[in-house]
C-alpha cells in the first residue's frame, strides 16, 4: 500500500471512558507493514535497526493489513459528540525511541491515535485487560498465543494482499463460530467422536448455549455501536449505517440452531449468516469482503487471503498442535509486533 498521505474525515480524538467504548489494541506490525524494518534488524542488528529508524522518522511506513480496518473504526466516532466511541491504542515491544517513526506515521495518515504502550522487548499483552481492550491485533503468532493462553481477546494478523477502497464508508467484519464467539466445546466433540456424534449432540443441546469465546465480547460492543447507529437512523432517516457484521461457519442444519440460540443468549447479533456446511468459507467472503475476517482455522483463512483480509485466533483443540516455534526476542522490527 502507498504511503502517501491521506486525510480522511476522521474524527479528533477526545478523552476515552475505557469502561463503556470499544478498545481495541494494535500492534505496529498489524497497522503497517514493517518488512523493511524487519529485515534489516535481522541483518544489522538493534544499535544498527535504531539508527535506521531515526534516519527515517518522518518516512512513513506503508499501511499494513489491519490499516483499513482501524480507520473504519476510528470514523466511527463522529456518532458521538462528545464521548469516544472507539478508542484504538498501540501496544508494542519497541522502546519509547524507537517507536517514533510509528507514531509518526501515525499522524502522517491523520488517524486519531494518541496513546501508546511501549514495553522495551517484553510482550504488552499484559495491558489488555488493564486498559479495557475487548481486541489485541498483532502480527506476532506467539504474542496472539500467549495472550489467548492467559484468557486476553487476540488474534494474529496474516500477510494478505486484499486492496480495500480508502473511500468506502462502510465497516465490514465476519466471524467464524466455534473457537472465536464460542468456546471448542463442540469443536472437541467433533474432532474426538466423529461427524454423526457431534451432530447427535449439537441437535440434543440446541437450546443450551455454549460458553463465550475469545470474541464475544468484541461482538457485544460492535453491537453496542449499531445501537448508536440505529439510534441516529431514527433521529436522522438519511443516514445510512456502516457498521456490517456476518457469521461464517462450517456449521449447517441441524447444528446451526445451536449456534443461533447462543447468540441470542448472550445478547449478541449479526446481520448476516452463512452455514455452509464445508463449502469453502472463501466463496461468500469475495462477495461480503470483510475487513477483517475471524477463523480459528488456518485453512479457511488461506484460502481467501489474496482478497480479504484475515485474522488467526490460535484457541482451543484446533490448535492444540499448531503453536508457533517461539522466535527471538526484541524491540520492534516485522513480524515481532
Known amino acids: 500500500m502507498s504511503p502517501r498521505k491521506q486525510e480522511p474525515p476522521y474524527p479528533q480524538p477526545r478523552r476515552p471512558d475505557l469502561d463503556t467504548c470499544l478498545v481495541v489494541g494494535v500492534s505496529s506490525s498489524a497497522l503497517f507493514d514493517l518488512t523493511e524494518s524487519d529485515a534489516y534488524f535481522r541483518e544489522h542488528g538493534e544499535d544498527a535497526y535504531r539508527d535506521y529508524q531515526d534516519e527515517r522518522l518522518d518516512a512513513p511506513l506503508r499501511q499494513g493489513v489491519a490499516f483499513p480496518f482501524i480507520a473504519g473504526l476510528l470514523r466511527l466516532n463522529d456518532l458521538?459528540?462528545?464521548?469516544?466511541?472507539?478508542?484504538?491504542?498501540?501496544l508494542s515491544k519497541n522502546d519509547a525511541s524507537t517507536g517514533l517513526r510509528v507514531m509518526r506515521s501515525i499522524q502522517h495518515y491523520g488517524l486519531p491515535i494518541t496513546r501508546a504502550v511501549f514495553t522495551q522487548g517484553q510482550a504488552p499483552y499484559g495491558y489488555i485487560q488493564a486498559l479495557g481492550m475487548s481486541l489485541f491485533l498483532s502480527g506476532d503468532p506467539d504474542d496472539v498465543a500467549n495472550a489467548l493462553a492467559a484468557g486476553f481477546p487476540a488474534g494474529h494478523v496474516l500477510p494478505s494482499t486484499a486492496a480495500y477502497d480508502a473511500t468506502d464508508p462502510k465497516l465490514r467484519?465476519?466471524?467464524?463460530?466455534?473457537?472465536?464467539?464460542?468456546?471448542?466445546?463442540?469443536?472437541?466433540?467433533?474432532?474426538?467422536?466423529?461427524?454423526?456424534?457431534?451432530?447427535?449432540?449439537?441437535?440434543?443441546?440446541?437450546?443450551?448455549?455454549?460458553?463465550?469465546?475469545?470474541?464475544?465480547?468484541?461482538?457485544?460492543?460492535?453491537?453496542?455501536?449499531?445501537?448508536?447507529?440505529?439510534a441516529r437512523v431514527a433521529h436522522d432517516p438519511s443516514y445510512t449505517p456502516r457498521v456490517r457484521i456476518a457469521l461464517v461457519t462450517a456449521r449447517n442444519a441441524p447444528a446451526h440452531e445451536r449456534a443461533v440460540n447462543s447468540l441470542r443468549e448472550w445478547g449478541v447479533r449479526v446481520n448476516d449468516a452463512f452455514f455452509l456446511g464445508g463449502v469453502d468459507k472463501a466463496r461468500v467472503l469475495r462477495v461480503f469482503k470483510p475487513h477483517l475476517f475471524f477463523d480459528d482455522q488456518r485453512v479457511h483463512l488461506d484460502e481467501a487471503l489474496a482478497e480479504v483480509a484475515g485474522v488467526h485466533i490460535p484457541y482451543g483443540l484446533a490448535n492444540a498442535q499448531a503453536r508457533p516455534a517461539s522466535r527471538p526476542r526484541r524491540g520492534e522490527a516485522g513480524e515481532t509486533q
Open 80 to 90: 458521538d459528540a462528545e464521548a469516544a466511541v472507539v478508542e484504538v491504542i498501540v
Open 173 to 230: 467484519i465476519a466471524f467464524d463460530f466455534d473457537g472465536v464467539l464460542a468456546d471448542d466445546e463442540s469443536e472437541r466433540t467433533y474432532k474426538t467422536k466423529g461427524l454423526a456424534r457431534y451432530q447427535k449432540a449439537e441437535a440434543g443441546r440446541r437450546d443450551q448455549a455454549l460458553a463465550p469465546g475469545p470474541l464475544q465480547r468484541f461482538l457485544a460492543d460492535l453491537n453496542r455501536i449499531q445501537d448508536l447507529e440505529a
